[in-house]
């Protein structure tokens, strides 16, 4: 089982090097007639790169992007891409533009899936953060293990792969986590769960996925979280490059 979505890895902005160029400049070499600033263009390429920036992620882009929103918004509109900020959860995602009339814009954006297992993961992450929020947490935190153990829980009884089932599952965390979804903390094994998890699973997609499972495996799921969402991100991912 699988939802549509995107699983680019969080990488280096390079922010080190910003001091090099002078913080107002928006020529940084020979017959640039681009119109940002160094950091604008950072936050930018960031934007395109990953499948959201936050604050806790992303903190200078972040920054950069919410002073400049309509600077963001704008370029973003170039590409036929449409800028989503939820400043509540402090993210921003990007998503492809709809044409009035039904019609498709050119994309530089295409759908790509995560795993069953990555799925799995995803629904308890998002029901662990609104069970933790709803119990007044600044912060929600996860053990691998527990993620481990719910993925588990959903393996069909007449499953014979233990060991592949597991391995699965742990490069399922490792996925998630390299999408930013999962925060690292002082302890290998514990994370804390990003507050972007809740917009990119909506509580429609979370039920359907459940009682998709509970078909498949004849397992119960364990109770969702029944409130309303109605932020969500879209179905895109950027085309490697490559």
């Known amino acids: ?3 549509d979505t995107d699983v680019d890895e969080v990488v280096d902005t390079g922010y080190d090097d910003v001091e090099d160029f002078e913080a107002d400049s928006v ?3 020979e017959g640039d007639e681009g119109g940002l600033e160094y950091a604008q263009r950072q936050a930018l390429v960031s934007l395109l790169k990953q499948r959201f920036i ?3 992620t992303h903190p200078r882009d972040w920054q950069v992007l919410v002073e400049n929103e309509r600077v963001f918004r704008s370029r973003l ?7 989503q900020v939820d400043r509540a959860r402090e993210v921003a995602w990007k998503r492809q533009a709809q044409a009035e ?10 759908d790509t899936a995560w795993s069953r297992e990555e799925t ?9 953060l609104r069970a933790g929020l709803a119990g007044g947490d600044a912060r929600v935190y996860v053990d691998r293990d527990d993620l481990l153990d719910y ?4 393996r069909p009884t007449h499953a014979t792969d233990e060991s592949g089932d597991e391995k699965r599952a742990r490069n399922a965390v490792v996925s998630v986590a390299k999408a930013g979804l999962l925060i690292a903390t002082a302890a290998e094994d514990r994370f804390e769960i990003s507050e972007a998890v809740e917009p990119l699973l909506p509580l429609e997609l979370l039920q359907e996925l459940l009682e998709a499972l509970q078909k498949a495996n004849g397992t119960e799921p364990e109770a969702a979280d029944a409130a309303p969402d109605a932020d969500l ?8 490059a490559e």
């Open 101 to 110: 009339g039904g019609g498709r814009f050119p994309t530089l954006l295409h």
């Open 120 to 128: 799995l993961v995803l629904v308890h992450l998002r029901d662990r």
């Open 27 to 29: 020529s940084l070499f």
């Open 1 to 3: 089982m699988s939802i």
């Open 151 to 154: 993925v588990a829980s959903y």
């Open 77 to 83: 509109n170039d590409l036929f891409l449409d800028l």
């Open 54 to 56: 936050s604050a806790r």
């Open 233 to 240: 991100f879209e179905a895109d991912t950027q085309e490697d």
